[in-house]
């Protein structure tokens, strides 16, 4: 990990980590929606919001107003990054139930507008990789089993 952050890659020419995905302007967002390999997703709604899910759907890892968080035994924890001799780690803290349902909330709002901008035939998705055939059919079977109900997994490593 290294011990300095900068802005995010350009995830729609660099994300080669997710084989399969695409990039939609929503309400003047960029938003990419990227899968790896195995069918993991992440959800990048512009530089500073991410949601990362595992292969089951579970929701294990957020960026979200400058903080990081992570899944750790069915709920979500703020990670604070602290050096110790000379290394980097994290610290994490089990976040209220209030705060873990405002970015519940945000998830929900954002895949509400993402199943909008999926469904819009004026929408315009540009795909990496894959056929628009292909992703829409991945996107479409992801978004209609996870939407129903997010879970929180119980570790953050997919």
């Not at 960029?30 to 899910?53: H, N």
């Not at 209220?96 to 999926?118: C, M, P, R, S, Y």
Request: aromatic share 8%.
């Amino acid at each position: 990990m290294a011990r300095t952050e900068h802005d995010r890659e350009d995830l729609l020419r660099d994300g080669k980590q997710m084989p399969v995905r695409a990039e939609c302007q929503i309400d003047g967002v960029a938003v990419v929606i990227g899968f790896r390999k195995q069918g993991q997703v992440s959800l990048y709604f512009g530089p500073d919001t991410v949601f990362q899910f595992n292969v089951a759907r579970e929701l294990r890892r957020v960026f979200f107003m400058g903080k990081r968080f992570a899944a750790i035994q069915g709920k979500l924890c703020e990670l604070t990054r602290q050096i110790q001799s000379g290394k980097v780690q994290f610290v994490s803290r089990v976040i209220d139930v209030d705060d873990e349902l405002a970015i519940l909330n945000v998830l929900h709002d954002g895949l509400a507008k993402v199943q909008t901008a999926f469904e819009s035939p004026d929408s315009k998705w540009n795909i990496i990789e894959f056929g628009s055939e292909d992703f829409r059919k991945q996107l479409s079977h992801w978004l209609a089993a996870v939407s129903v109900n997010i879970v929180v997994a119980e570790i953050p490593n997919a």
